[in-house]
């Protein structure tokens, strides 16, 4: 137990560093109601203009939309294959296991700028018309890496002896992946995703290498800050995306609460 | 649980998970090779492919890649004074958020993981997470906004009664921006490394005669170790490779390497040598990742 | 054992897949053909029109207030891809995806000499008689009096300056070239063609320098200028590339002199920060921006519809007005006037005067054009100083 001077000046410290975190998005509430076209402090005057032109742009919600789908497609196939590759590595051993672990770091490691520039040249070599199957198989390779992070580090925590346990009570391998293992890989599963659905979401260099015609937010975002006449309109959008977003997070992080996943400290 | 009549389905699956139960290596495969095949596919093939452009040439008009062998590029990238410097201004840069960001997500994370209740560690591990959900684009361009001469920075400096700060576009200003922005990959390995020493531990070591700072230096850094290690691959790979920030907040007054990378395959559409210099990057986050490796962070990711 | 094997194998197929999928031919298809005047004959009407449109534009050139009447009437669908700079489009083109593009000047001739766009009947063009005498045949878009494209719009980088900042009032570059002078609150055009700018007031400033085309400079010719950026990297605050972006830092006062577009100096004027502007004694550079078709295009009927449609005034006028631009076609003059007073006054979109005084952006080639031969710098050597210039 920490002597409590100590704990005091964590609390203040702590709570320091959440107004640093979140300061800057205060003003982007702000910044969305300012009536200047120009972004200028203080706001002098305030208006729903953007809020108003937000909501009734098509333009912008096809974007959000576009980038729905991208993330979940990206999320469901980085769910798939990352998981996967987290049992191999937990629960075998074999050689260059360790080259491995290392290769499916890169992907989330090197900048975004070489993995955007090499997954252009091979659109481009391979005659492919970029689209937003290109920008989600383009996300889903470092989504992989963030889910496969989420579950490995949960499966060195659980021993493999639950799996025999239940192999040596009758059930067979389906059995016990959908009553042992996956029970045990749930919230961690759940961290991955959502952490990789953020990730792609808000993904602009990979995307803007990968996309066609079609927007996804990010992009329609870089692009309308371009246009001065309706740049501002960018803050409205990113503040009701923060505010959507809030939702299922909570949610998720009372799941895993429930579920022990950040409980817990023995 | 297991009923000697079994039906059809049931038996086929239960033979299915027999066989791969003694074959235990077509599991792994069976496993291991999707995962690894669209890696390699998707990811590794096109980054060899980019590599190895950086050996290739560019013919002047057309802007066709030709594939014949040359070490140009690389001796241009090798050789060039500018490109040197642009490295040293980046590494310093990405070293420098590394350090800030710990400094600050150390103390959070420990509070999150060992002194905060149930109650307001929920709400700060969400607090944490939810700026990752505003855009990136959106916080650079709030930053430019901050730090501008008539910014909001200066705006509070001046209720305060303390003077302007002229950080527009400088190197503070970009320092400022990149802290703020990777701070929460930062503290999310950390307070997952924390969260995961058990309280046992903790009284073992005050058992021992371990005071707190003692078992703070002895059983606790090196246990969150692993986890700085892997949010510093965010921070330092991050910060190594940006260039919309340095453009947004910095001004694009100097490069950073990504910046360069951005403009040769871009302006100049020259991918060879874009190629090259990507090379750059690439060789030091490897170095990095070695490193790292080391302190374990790959288990702490 | 096994496992070990399998893997391996796996890995070393696929390294060997992409080896030897790079060793191949080389990627791209964009048309380096035969150089466009000795073509074939030009069509003498446009024929029937296919239905769809894929585009390369800057942004703000297609608006939806622009391109959902030309669908209507033509029944032409229209795709556009934004590019953020002329290389961008040009490498974009090559990709031979798309029937027309709005290519700057730096882009134009490029496109030109690689065969990529094709020579346009300006017969089928209704209104190419009105647009401005000096945009009909301009030597970036029309080679040997052949037209490769219609021009659309056009702007200056005029001097734009902070009037309580600064004083006096500048009436020429020197004061943003001398290395001190406001320092931190200096801005610039980040791009490479910028040293065209430093070239072009070096040629008042440094007459022994000879300079002649700002684009078309000599070995010590570039370097002066070269020289001269790296001077004024001590007073920049930042190299801006969007306008936007550049309206917000004369606004906040983090910059207060620098080249800009006349968008930005009406925005700031009508938002009431006092700024003005002047086109110095040494000229200045521009851009002029022309819709040009790709040789190989799928849609080339109605790719020479939109050209048609976008020189009409009332389009000339909202792309103007959206952009912030000088329309060719004067006729749009009588739209903007009445929704902006004094627009083409402002703009000086008829005034031979002023637009001799300009330096239209175009690719600098090793060819000077002119009896210095083959001895000029190209703009691959442009970029690479301008890395070098700004890291100073």
Known sequence: MEPRPVRIGLRIFSFGVMAFLYIPLAVIVMASFNASRIPTWPIKNYTLHWWSLAMHDQHARTALENSFKVGLAATAVALLLGSAAAFALSRYRFFGKNSLSLLLVLPIALPGIVTGLSLLSAIEYLSLTPSLVTVAIGHSTFCIVVVFNNAVARLRRSSSSFEEASMDLGADGWQTFRFITLPNLATALVAGGLLAFALSFDEIVVTNFTAGAQQTLPLWIYNQFRLPNTAQEVNAVAVFVIALTAIPVYLAQRLMRESGGIGGRG | ?301 | MRVRLVLAAVLVSAMAVAAGCGSSSSSGNGGSGSNGSSGPSLPQSIGPLEGSLNLIAWQGYTEDNVVKPFEKQTGCQVNVKYGQTSDEMYKLMQSGNYDGVSASGDASNRLIASGLVSPINTNLISDFGDISPQLQSPPHNTINGVHYGVSYQWGANILMYNKTVVSPAPDSWGVIFDGTSYKGKVDAYDSPIYIADAALYLKSAQPDLKITDPYELTQPQFDAAVNLLKKQHQQIGNYWSSFTAQIQDFTQGSIVIGPTWPYQLNTLKAAKVPVEAVLPKEGATGWADTWMEYSKAAHPNCMLKWMDYATTPEVQAKTAYTFGSAPANPKACAILDKQVKNYCADYHVTDPNYFDHISFWKTPLSECGDSRGNTCVPYTEWFQAWTDIKNS
């Open chain 2, 1 to 301: 649980m297991a009923t000697p009549t079994a039906s059809a389905p049931f038996g086929a699956r239960r033979r299915l998970s027999a066989f791969f139960y003694r074959h235990r290596w077509l599991k792994l495969l069976a496993l291991l090779i999707p995962p690894l095949g669209w890696i390699v596919v998707v990811y590794l093939a096109a980054l060899v492919v980019l590599l190895a452009t950086a050996f290739w040439q560019q013919d002047e008009l057309s802007g066709q890649i030709i594939h014949t062998f040359t070490w140009d590029n690389v001796k241009t990238v090798k050789d060039d004074p500018t490109l040197h410097a642009v490295t040293r201004q980046t590494v310093q840069m990405a070293v420098l958020v590394t350090i800030t960001d710990i400094l600050l997500a150390l103390p959070l994370a420990y509070y999150m993981a060992r002194v905060a209740s149930r109650g307001v560690r929920a709400l700060l591990f969400v607090g944490v997470l939810m700026p990752l959900w505003s855009s990136y684009l959106i916080k650079a361009y709030t930053w430019r906004l901050m730090t501008g001469d008539a910014g909001t920075i200066n705006w509070a400096l001046d209720k305060i009664g303390l003077g302007p700060l002229h950080i527009a576009f400088t190197t503070t200003a970009m320092w400022l921006a990149f802290t703020y922005i990777w701070l929460p990959y930062m503290v999310l390995p950390i307070y997952a490394a924390l969260e995961r020493i058990p309280g046992s531990l903790i009284e073992a070591s005050s058992d021992l005669g371990g005071r707190s700072w003692r078992t703070l230096r002895s059983v606790i850094m090196p246990l969150a170790l692993p986890g700085i290690a892997a949010g510093s691959i965010f921070t330092f790979s991050l910060t190594l490779g940006d260039y919309i920030m340095v453009d947004l907040v910095g001004g694009n007054k100097t490069d950073f390497l990504g910046s360069v990378i951005f403009r040769y395959q871009g302006i100049a559409n020259d991918l060879p040598l874009a190629a090259a210099i990507a090379l750059v990057p690439v060789i030091v986050i490897t170095i990095y990742l070695l490193l790292v490796r080391q302190l374990g962070a790959f288990e702490a990711l």
